[in-house]
């Protein structure tokens, strides 16, 4: 196997390992949008972290948390549903984040590439920060994942029985900015979102439990990232857009499974 | 039975207004143990505002609430759907927020007439059993207090009764007070010891 297709692979294991259980979380909270719109947010910190000469990674935390927190208080205003407060503030953050990038010409960022990912193009640093990044968003979830449970059953019942749910939503809503800077040269920007929503999808079918659909969540990702990869050099097609591809053809068997047997 | 020992819940002189909007305006009450006190009254009234006033979810702009000191509650919500997306089984809504033994989930299933249920997914729940497993879950904190936010929603008529019925028998046994929200006076009157009628406020 050739050193990039490894390391692309390897990287895009360690993705498929975070992104599974978080993912299940956004598709449970219904948090798709919200994941979106972070996503779009990205590409502005990539042009911040251009500007003040940062890790680009750490550019994105800081956008993503910035429109997090512009989010939180326009939604304590109460004049705007919040899914027109996201389309506001998800768009004006992609576009911000295109013309501060296309201004900086000069430095050839390869815009296309944070769109849509650049695995193939991913180095040993990449790997250091998807690994090590990975694994401690891991520790956090697993630290509020039962107070964040009870509170994806019923909000006001786990508060009821002193859940403290303010404080664990506001750590739940960080880890999703986190995942997105260490995934966004993966994936891109404009399909990350779908590596957090699709393989969980494709999971519910088999699951019984809230775990097992994490851990099937993250079978589909690593099954989605191999046979995308795959499909990218046998067809030398753009790698990110493969993968999805590949996470979307798990998704519709597992649903034709269930229709098949007559249980959808 | 009003005397100050056995009281679980007093409150008096309660004002809350959202904006513009009056939701409680002089409202006051006492819970006793083995007490059915129901709050009844149209959509809007502030039923659901008061039970979350009470169990200090949220504060009152003026007024007093006093729970007996170290008080135990049970809470059953009003509203209560999983998204299907959510895989839940009774038995991990039992221990969502405590670890109760298998024994004990058993025991408050069958308290509650639901023994048969424990593995069951709860989106495949009537809304009589689903209403059950819900009370069967507040039994586990081993309650001084239940609090049942219309307990009788989505459950079809002879369920009614034999939901109040199983209310009755739980505040019998237990001893525990029990504070319910409900619209339906014709059960209701049936049913509790006492009654507070919240009207809107104007």
Known sequence: MEDFILRALLGGIGVAIVTGPVGCFIVWRKMAYFGDSLAHTALLGVALGFAFGIDLRLGTLAACIGLALVLLLLQRQRKLPTDTLLGVLSHTALSVGIIAVSLMETLQVDLMGY????????????????????????????????????????????????????????????????????????????LITSMLIIPPAAARRFSKTPEQMAVFAVLAGIISVAAGLWGSVEWNAPAGPCIVVAASVLFLLSHSWEMLSGRG | MNDA????????????RFGETTILHNVGLDISAGEILTLIGPNGAGKTTLVRVLLGLIKSDSGEVHRKEGLTVGYVPQIFAVDPSFPLTVRRLLSLTQKPSQKQMNESLKEVGAGNLLDYPVGTLSGGERQRVLLARALLRNPELLVLDEPIQNVDMTGQTELYDLITQIRDNRGCGVLMISHDLHLVMEFSDDMLILGIPQ
């Open chain 1, 115 to 190: 769109l849509f990912g650049d695995i193939l193009a991913i180095s040993d640093t990449d790997l250091l920060w998807i690994y090590t990044g990975g694994a401690a968003a891991l520790c956090a979830l697993a630290w509020i994942w039962r107070d964040l449970i009870a509170i994806t059953v019923h909000e006001e019942l786990a508060s009821a029985e002193g859940v403290p749910t303010f404080g664990v939503q506001l750590t739940f809503m960080l880890l999703i900015a986190f995942v997105i800077a260490i995934a966004m040269k993966l994936i891109g920007i404009l």
């Open chain 2, 5 to 16: 020992r056995r009281n679980l819940v007093t409150a008096a002189n309660l004002y809350l």
